[in-house]
């Protein structure tokens, strides 16, 4: 449950890290050597690699550093994407992202699939029941850490 909660605020108030992903023109790849591995050769065109990003790139990303080499081409174009917008977001925006950049860090690929799956989800609902489901994020967020504790313990309900 208390997943739930924090995968439901994490793509219900983030819509920086909501939007869909930049294209990103892809570097030119070298050829690899014949003898190549599939795995070696796989791995070799998965770009950009982290020292391929620009110092302000890495800084704004610093939170995904360990894991950036294990990221998907895809997952890796909607970071860069996050990146180039963050000079223009306001300070507060840019303060929300690096919290919620840093929580997904966090996760495990587990936990990480479970998310998408999630937001998913949540996006195929309506925008007013997506307005509900905020409305009763912002009344559980209010509630003392003891009572959202007891919440968090029972079983789930059937609705």
Known sequence: MRLFWFLLTLFLTTPALAEPPVEVAPKSVPKPAAKA?????????????????????QKILAPLKADWESL?????????????????????????VQRRMQAWAKLSPEQRRQARE???????????????????????????????????????RKR
Not at 124 to 139: M, S, T
Request: glycine letters at 2%; charged letters at 40%.
């Open 118 to 156: 999630t937001y998913k989800q949540i996006v195929k609902v309506p925008p007013e029941k997506r307005a509900n489901l905020r409305q009763q994020w912002a009344e559980y967020q209010a509630l003392p850490e003891r009572e959202r504790e007891a919440l968090t313990a029972e079983p789930r």
């Open 72 to 96: 998907e081409p895809e997952r890796r174009r909607k970071w860069i994407g996050i990146a180039k917008r963050y000079p223009t977001m306001k300070a507060q925006e840019q303060e929300r």
């Open 37 to 57: 591995k599939p795995a070696a050769k796989a791995k070799a065109q998965v770009r950009p690699a982290w020292a391929e990003l620009t110092a302000e790139q």
